[in-house]
C-alpha cells in the first residue's frame, strides 16, 4: 500500500465518541472488508494510499491553544482509521498526539486493533486516570480473521497487548463491532471469559451497517462461512451478542456499553 505525505490547516475534529478526535493518517492499512470510512468519506484511494499528516504535531499545538478546547476533554484517537496502523512505526504521529493531549491535561480514549500500542507503554501507565485502551475483537475464528480483516495483527496478539495493559493498570476495553455472523455470534462465551479473565473493564458491542456497495462485498467473502442472506443473519446475530454480552457483563461486573445502538 503507498503513502504520501500531507498537511493539515486543522486536526481536531467534534466527535460523538468523545469530546473530540484526532486522525493522524488519511487512510487505513489494515483493510477491514467490512470497514465503512471509504463509503462515507467517498476516499477513491482510500484502499490503496494513506496520507500522513506530517505537520500534525505543529497543527495540534496550536488547536491546542484555543480556550474552547477546555483542560480535561475527551479525545478519541482515532474515529476514521487506525492510530496503531503499521505505519505509525515509522512517523510516530499518534505517540506525538497522545503526548501532547496527555501534557494538556486531555483524557484519551484509543481504539486499534494493534499491538504496536504497547510503543506507548510508558506514557499510557503514567497518565493510567486519563487514558482508556481499547481493541476491537469480533471473534476467535483466524479464518474469518484473515478473510475479513486481512492487514490487521491477529486476533490472539490483541487480547495479549490488552492483557498486558491490564496488568499494568491501564482501563482495557473489547469493542465487539462490527458483528459479523457466523464469528462474533460463534464462540462468543470463550471469548468473553478471556476477555474476563485478563481484566477487561468494559465491553462494547455495534452493529453492521450496510453501506452502500458494502453488501455485495461482504457477501461475496462471506459466502465462504455462511449461506443465507448476510442483513438478516447479521440482525440475528448483532441480537444474540447484544444479549450474551448485556448478561455476561452483569454477571462480572464489566460494564457493558452499546454506543451506536441507534
Ligand atoms: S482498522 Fe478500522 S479504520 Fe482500519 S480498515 Fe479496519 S475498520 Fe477501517
Same mark, same amino acid.
Given at each position: 500500500m503507498l /503513502? $504520501?505525505? =500531507? +498537511?493539515?490547516?486543522?486536526?481536531?475534529?467534534?466527535? %460523538?465518541?468523545?469530546? /473530540?478526535?484526532? #486522525?493522524? /493518517?488519511?487512510?487505513?492499512?489494515?483493510?477491514? %472488508?467490512?470497514?465503512?470510512?471509504p463509503k462515507i468519506t467517498k476516499n477513491p484511494e482510500w484502499k490503496s494510499k494513506v496520507k500522513v499528516k506530517v #505537520?500534525?504535531?505543529?497543527?495540534?499545538? !496550536?488547536?491546542?491553544? #484555543?480556550?474552547?478546547?477546555?483542560k480535561g476533554s475527551s479525545f478519541f484517537l482515532s474515529s476514521l482509521t487506525d492510530p496503531y496502523q503499521? *505505519?505509525?512505526? !515509522? /512517523?510516530?504521529?499518534?505517540?506525538?498526539a497522545l503526548q501532547q493531549l496527555l501534557a494538556n491535561g486531555m483524557k484519551v480514549v484509543i481504539q486499534t486493533k494493534s499491538p504496536l500500542v504497547l510503543k506507548d507503554l510508558n506514557l499510557l501507565k503514567y497518565n493510567a486516570k486519563n487514558v482508556q485502551v481499547g481493541f476491537t475483537v469480533l471473534g476467535l475464528d483466524g479464518n474469518v480473521k484473515d478473510a475479513l480483516e486481512p492487514n490487521a495483527p491477529s486476533v490472539n496478539s490483541r487480547i495479549k497487548a490488552m492483557a498486558y495493559l491490564a496488568d499494568r493498570g491501564i482501563y482495557v476495553f473489547?469493542?465487539?463491532?462490527?458483528? *459479523?455472523?457466523?464469528? =462474533?455470534?460463534?464462540?462468543? $462465551?470463550?471469548?468473553?471469559?478471556?476477555?474476563r479473565d485478563i481484566g477487561v473493564k468494559e465491553l462494547s458491542v455495534d !452493529?453492521?451497517?450496510? +453501506?452502500?456497495?458494502?453488501? !455485495? $462485498?461482504? =457477501?461475496? *467473502?462471506m459466502g465462504n462461512f455462511f449461506h443465507g442472506d448476510l442483513e438478516y443473519e447479521s440482525q440475528l446475530?448483532? %441480537?444474540k451478542v447484544v444479549k450474551k454480552v448485556r448478561e455476561f457483563s452483569g454477571e462480572h461486573g464489566i460494564l457493558f456499553t452499546n454506543p451506536f445502538s441507534y
Amino acid at each position: 500500500m503507498l /503513502y $504520501e505525505e =500531507t +498537511r493539515c490547516d486543522r486536526c481536531i475534529s467534534r466527535s %460523538a465518541l468523545g469530546d /473530540y478526535s484526532i #486522525n493522524p /493518517y488519511i487512510g487505513c492499512q489494515h483493510q477491514c %472488508a467490512y470497514c465503512y470510512v471509504p463509503k462515507i468519506t467517498k476516499n477513491p484511494e482510500w484502499k490503496s494510499k494513506v496520507k500522513v499528516k506530517v #505537520n500534525l504535531h505543529v497543527t495540534l499545538a !496550536k488547536e491546542l491553544t #484555543n480556550p474552547r478546547i477546555k483542560k480535561g476533554s475527551s479525545f478519541f484517537l482515532s474515529s476514521l482509521t487506525d492510530p496503531y496502523q503499521p *505505519i505509525e512505526s !515509522k /512517523y510516530g504521529l499518534t505517540s506525538d498526539a497522545l503526548q501532547q493531549l496527555l501534557a494538556n491535561g486531555m483524557k484519551v480514549v484509543i481504539q486499534t486493533k494493534s499491538p504496536l500500542v504497547l510503543k506507548d507503554l510508558n506514557l499510557l501507565k503514567y497518565n493510567a486516570k486519563n487514558v482508556q485502551v481499547g481493541f476491537t475483537v469480533l471473534g476467535l475464528d483466524g479464518n474469518v480473521k484473515d478473510a475479513l480483516e486481512p492487514n490487521a495483527p491477529s486476533v490472539n496478539s490483541r487480547i495479549k497487548a490488552m492483557a498486558y495493559l491490564a496488568d499494568r493498570g491501564i482501563y482495557v476495553f473489547a469493542f465487539l463491532g462490527p458483528v *459479523i455472523p457466523a464469528w =462474533t455470534d460463534i464462540d462468543l $462465551e470463550y471469548l468473553l471469559a478471556e476477555l474476563r479473565d485478563i481484566g477487561v473493564k468494559e465491553l462494547s458491542v455495534d !452493529k453492521l451497517r450496510f +453501506r452502500p456497495g458494502l453488501r !455485495k $462485498e461482504l =457477501t461475496e *467473502i462471506m459466502g465462504n462461512f455462511f449461506h443465507g442472506d448476510l442483513e438478516y443473519e447479521s440482525q440475528l446475530a448483532y %441480537a444474540k451478542v447484544v444479549k450474551k454480552v448485556r448478561e455476561f457483563s452483569g454477571e462480572h461486573g464489566i460494564l457493558f456499553t452499546n454506543p451506536f445502538s441507534y
